[in-house]
């Protein structure tokens, strides 16, 4: 039998991580181990780690950032299997034992499914996808996770909110910028693991999410013009983990074009009149071009295994 560790990185939101915990407590299939990863100072959390009504082992993290509390999950971890999941997630009751299923397929040393984002308990209106977990040849990231339908198929990259991995195979990297949650360590992972086997999404593997507010500065709305450097810089690192040409095609892209949270030339001009956008441009150009510099004199990601 497979045997799986969930690991929850969580920070100064004890009401939602009891939720989160009261959701693993349910689980058909439960987890070999609970570990929930905090700060030393952070009493709220263990209070309610220790309280939980499934067993959990409290390790803590004296660096900042989900990513620092993932490398420290994972080395706490002895499972063969580890999963991770947000402190403002609830896993469905069968959610450990669908990503054990499917984690038996051949080649498999990744699994993940659908984030259902909710509103006060409400599923929000989405617009479903098939497109899902894609890195283009040129660097542009597809993600669509929390909206994705129909089967189970391979995918270049999971969501941290939702996924397992082989625990033997997972590095987790460090080297982002950034000091919360840290954009774009998936496709790091997903790019890190490309070559030694299949990561398998499927939506119907889910987790209800409720998106809660991070006390740093990657703010979900009008985050700092330090995070959104720190975003644009995570996306040229990340890809170059595959290779510095795939970095440099990635700040090509970044920088003629951009995407929504990272405006490039041409998104600027587009949408020059209005305010984020304009917000946005300078920090993207800035983060794009420090991730090429730290790519190009080899200052790229390295990473922690178990």
């Not at 045997?3 to 407590?25: H, M, N, Q, W």
């Not at 977990?133 to 999971?158: C, D, E, K, Q």
């Not at 033997?168 to 890190?192: C, K, M, N, R, V």
């Amino acid at each position: 039998m497979t045997t799986f560790s969930v690991i929850i990185a969580t920070y100064g939101r004890p009401d939602l991580l009891k939720r989160c915990l009261e959701g693993l407590s349910q689980q058909l299939r439960p987890a070999d181990e609970v570990i929930v990863v905090t700060r030393p100072d952070d009493t709220a959390s263990h209070d309610v780690a220790n309280g939980a009504l499934v067993t959990t082992r409290l390790v803590d993290v004296a660096t900042p950032g989900v990513v620092a509390a993932m490398a420290v999950g994972l080395r706490a971890s002895t499972s063969d299997w580890v999963a991770f999941t947000d402190d403002d997630a609830i896993a469905s009751p069968t959610w450990i034992g669908d990503l054990e299923q499917r984690s038996h397929g051949d080649g498999v040393i990744g699994v993940g499914g659908r984030d259902v984002l909710e509103d006060d308990g409400v599923e929000r209106s989405t617009l479903l996808t098939s497109d899902v977990g894609r890195i283009a040849a040129f660097g542009r990231f597809t993600g669509n996770h929390h909206r994705g339908t129909g089967g189970a198929r391979s995918v270049a990259m999971l969501k941290g909110v939702n996924c397992a991995y082989d625990a033997s195979l997972l590095g987790i990297p460090t080297g982002l910028f950034g000091t919360g949650a840290q954009a774009h360590f998936e496709i790091a992972i997903g790019l890190d693991l490309e070559g030694q086997g299949t990561l398998i999404y499927d939506p119907s593997v889910t987790v209800r999410h409720a998106p809660g507010t991070r006390l740093d500065g990657d703010r979900r709305i009008l985050p700092s013009r330090a995070s959104i450097a720190d975003v644009a810089s995570n996306a040229v690192l990340a890809c170059g983990v595959r290779s510095k040409w795939f970095a440099a095609q990635r700040s090509m892209f970044s920088l003629a074009i951009g995407d929504a949270s990272c405006p490039g030339v041409a998104r600027f001009l587009v949408g020059i009149t209005k305010a984020d956008i304009r917000r946005r441009f300078l920090p993207s150009l800035f983060g794009t071009l420090r991730g090429l510099l730290f790519v190009a004199c080899g200052r790229g990601l390295r990473f922690i295994r178990r």
